[in-house]
């Protein structure tokens, strides 16, 4: 497998945990966000993502793109060990867990929509930096309700085995961290990334630690 990824993009974060709980080598394909304009408008990208993203992942005949469908890729064709429990009213929960982050806190404060801020609605640095803290903090205030007071919630988002959720919790929380978010009252969240980052799959799969490290 081939992985094309950048060290801070917080989707192609969440493949990189993925594959590493699941035991699984893959190839370094680096797509610098912002190196050149941008590496995902060249050519050769374009042809593998014509939306220019990362993530993408090929696999043999298969190029795959979008985190979730990636990793729901990899828990069907490599089940072991899963990402999703057993139920379906478990799988709802922590898909639910997982979009709430993947599709209500994260477009909102991704790259391109902070350079349209700032390049195109010349929003100051400031402005920007506010905008993206009032949605991850609007987004875990809800995250930390859900998780905090439902019993499901154990060492991990659910039970005692990291899953999918918390593939997309610690980028989430790592991105947080990076803007300076104040996650004081947060302590469910704090404490199920700091059990996550205590296990390698997860240090290993850390922006620090990928070979486009900057």
Request: proline residues 7%.
């Amino acid at each position: 497998m081939k992985l094309y990824s950048y060290a801070v993009s917080s989707a192609s974060f969440r493949v990189r945990i993925a594959l590493n709980l699941k035991g699984l080598p893959y190839e370094f394909a680096g797509v610098h966000l912002l190196r050149s304009g941008g590496e995902q408008f060249a050519p050769a990208f374009v042809a593998v993502n014509p939306q220019s993203l990362v993530p993408a992942l090929v696999d043999g005949d298969h190029t795959l793109t979008q985190s979730l469908a990636i990793i729901e890729y990899l828990e069907e064709t490599h089940p072991e060990p899963p990402l999703l429990p057993k139920t379906p009213a478990e799988r709802a929960r922590v898909r639910s867990l997982a979009l709430l982050i993947a599709c209500d806190i994260h477009p909102l404060n991704n790259l391109r929509v902070l350079k349209y801020l700032k390049r195109a609605l010349k929003v100051e640095d400031d402005a920007r930096d506010a905008w993206y803290r009032h949605w991850v903090n609007l987004g875990f205030t809800a995250l930390e309700a859900r998780l905090a007071g439902d019993p499901a919630t154990g060492r991990f988002c659910h039970g005692d085995v990291p899953g999918l959720a918390d593939c997309c919790l610690v980028p989430q929380v790592f991105n947080a961290q990076r803007l300076k978010c104040d996650l004081s009252a947060m302590p469910t969240i704090r404490r199920l990334h700091e059990n996550c980052m205590a296990l390698e799959a997860f240090r290993q799969a850390a922006p620090a630690n990928q070979p486009d490290a900057e």
